[in-house]
């Protein structure tokens, strides 16, 4: 695997990432805003990259960004938002082809971080409000999107989940936002709390892609002069011990029930023992070979599916299922001896090789894509904790047995969370 090459340079306004590989006839460039989750925020900011891509200064159109972006080669442009451990961050992506293989688009480069800065640093303001109609019209795009989540009953059960067992932490926090706080929510009042993004955010900055390094680095730092004063940090989570297992049951009418568990696992990405605790997570759930995949769904026929995943930034992991109303208990039970199982050390050899490999195929999977080479190196931002990617092969290759069952006694039951039926199943999804 071609090695990957990664450059950091920290600079007063933003932190620069520069990514080389030869594998796209495209570049990537991404702005990464972030701050600690704020309750009292959180609605804004998640309203903010829907208003921001309806218009800028310059363009004051959504029509008028798209054809811009048309006479950029066809870029692509999207605004997100989502959270990272215990942090809210806005994500601005511009994917456009390389100006290598295009004749004579010598400034192409310059051109789309003209284009970023725009929509970042310009957008269709008029007496330190944004646009009343653009506003209104945007809250009820993020008011039926949040409306929305009570219908994906998986994405409603891990979001109730989450909201009991991280009571009173920031990651209880939801980054989509909340219906009770559209009312509050004024032209003016966002404009605030844009400008408190743009100027006090951490940022950094990512370019993913086949370019001169001295010139990329230079356009980048000419274009992208946004007058920063950043004042927060991302923040990394603290460990809280769990003192009881919570349970909780909510009845709807649905059909087929949500059974979610949470852990606690004090293994966040920075920790030595992280890795160890990826592959016991491939053992235990991540897979279709994982021990709750063979034996929650295929040998017990008890769920429709059975997973689990790490909140690498948190130190969680988080247990789905679906499965019959009437089934809880049997469900339940199976779930937690397959961790108790592992605690005891009943891990195969194949187990443990299946899952390594298929470990090594999502991370190369990964970085094969330029969104997630940002998102890769993104984590390490957060983390704090910059390694090679051979490095991180390496690691996971040399996890033993012994580390598995060790990092597997660490992890602690936290929260089960039930979605059933109110009446005995016959409902609808």
């Known amino acids: 695997m071609p090695k990957l090459s990664h450059q950091h340079y920290e600079k007063n306004e933003y932190n620069l990432h520069l990514i080389q590989t030869k594998k796209f006839k495209t570049n990537t460039i991404a702005l990464k805003f972030a701050r600690p989750l704020d309750r009292n925020t959180i609605t804004e900011r998640a309203l903010l990259p829907f208003v921001l891509q309806k218009g800028t200064k310059l363009y004051p159109s959504e029509k008028a960004l798209r054809l811009r972006l048309d006479e950029l080669y066809g870029a692509k442009f999207s605004i997100n938002s989502g959270k990272k451990g215990e942090n809210h961050v806005i994500t601005f992506v511009l994917d456009v082809p390389n100006e290598k293989f295009i004749p004579d688009a010598n400034e192409l480069v310059k051109e789309c971080l003209e284009f970023l800065y725009e ?128 349970e909780i049951t909510e009845k709807q009418k649905v059909q087929q029930a949500k059974l979610h568990l949470g852990y606690r696992t004090g293994i966040t990405y920075r920790d030595p023992d992280y890795r160890a605790l990826t592959v016991f997570n491939g053992v235990f759930g991540a897979f279709p070979h994982s021990k709750l995949f063979m034996n929650v769904r295929e040998k017990h026929s008890l769920a429709y599916y059975a997973a689990s995943r790490l909140e690498s930034n948190k130190g969680l992991m988080l247990v789905f299922s679906g499965i019959a109303p009437d089934k809880f208990d049997q ?70 047995k012994e580390d598995i069952v060790r990092v597997a006694n660490q992890v602690e039951l936290d929260t089960v969370y039930f979605l059933t039926a109110e009446d005995g199943g016959e409902g609808h999804e």
């Open 331 to 400: 469900a339940k039970e199976i779930i937690i001896q397959q961790h108790e199982d592992m605690k005891n050390g009943q891990i195969t050899e194949e187990e443990i090789n299946q899952t390594k490999k298929a470990i090594t195929h999502q991370l190369k999977e990964t970085i094969d894509r330029a969104g997630g080479m940002v998102e890769y190196f993104y984590q390490q931002v957060v983390a704090g904790e910059y390694e090679d990617i051979d490095d991180v092969l390496n690691t996971i290759n040399n996890v033993t």
């Open 119 to 246: 929509v970042a640093a310009n957008p269709k303001v008029e007496n330190n409000e944004f646009d009343s109609k653009i506003v209104t019209k945007e809250k009820e795009t993020l008011t039926n999107k949040i409306k929305s989540i009570v219908d994906e009953k998986m994405q409603y059960a891990n979001m109730r989940l989450i909201d009991e067992m991280c009571e009173g932490e920031k990651y209880s926090v939801h980054a989509h936002g909340y219906l009770d706080d559209m009312d509050q929510i004024t032209p003016s009042s966002l404009y605030k709390t844009y400008e408190q993004v743009i100027k006090e955010d951490a940022l950094d900055v990512f370019f993913v892609g086949d370019f001169e390094e001295e010139k990329i680095k230079s356009t980048i730092e000419e274009v992208l002069s946004f007058k920063r004063n950043p004042s927060v940090e991302v923040v990394r989570a603290e460990h809280k011990k769990v003192e009881k297992v919570n």
